[in-house]
C-alpha cells in the first residue's frame, strides 16, 4: 500500500479537455517561453471546432503509449512516494496531499495540476523513466498552492520554489528550470528558513512587490 495511494485517468474526453486548455493560454505559454505540443493539424487555435479537435485527437490516441507511462510511473512511484509523504510532512504550512491523480496526456506543456489532489503529466516526447520528476514537481505545486494563492506568489517564484525544495531534498539530482535573475532572491530567503513554507511565501511575496 503507497503511503500516497495513486491512480490515473487518460481517455479521448480528457485529451480534448487539454488541447482546449491549452489553445486558451496559447498566448500566455508564448509570452512566458514554455513549449507546449498540440495535435497534427491544429493551425487557426482561435477558431478551431471541437469536433475538429476531437477527430485529431483521436487520429494520433493509442492506449499503449498511456499504459506505458502508466506502468513506468507506478514502479517509480513505488520506490519515491515514501520520500514525497516525508517531504510534505516536513513542509511546516503545507497541504496534506493523501491521495494523487495522475492525469496522463500528450499535449500541451511538460506538466501542471489542478488542487486538490491531481496532477497532469505530458508523457511525449519524455523516456518513461524520466516521468517521475514530473510527478513529484507537481505533487510539490499542490502541497504549496493553497499558500500561493493566499499570497499571490509571481508564477516564476512559485515555480523556483518547488524547484528548490526538490533540489535540496533529492541533493541535486534534477535539473532546475531556467528563471528571470531577479527571482533567484528568493534563494536566500528559501535557505535561511526552510521548511517553513509559510515564512519562505511571506518574504518571498515582498521580493515581488518591490519589482513590480
Known sequence: MFAIPIKFQFNIESEVHRVKETLDILEWLTKNNYRFILPVGINDSKNIKIEIVRKLVEDEYDQKIYQTAQNAILGSW???NG???KINQKLIGSYVLDEL???LTRYGTQGSYVTPNSIIINISNIPSEFLIKTV????LHLMIEHLIKLYSVEH?????????IMNIEYKSRFKMQSIPDWVLAVDTIFEE???NIILI???ATRIYQREK
Open 78 to 80: 513505488e520506490k519515491n
Open 83 to 85: 520520500f514525497i509523504k
Open 101 to 103: 491523480t495522475v492525469i
Open 136 to 139: 513529484i514537481h507537481e505533487s
Open 156 to 164: 516564476w517564484v512559485k515555480e523556483r520554489l518547488v524547484d528548490l
Open 193 to 195: 528558513h526552510y521548511p
Open 201 to 203: 511565501i511571506e518574504k
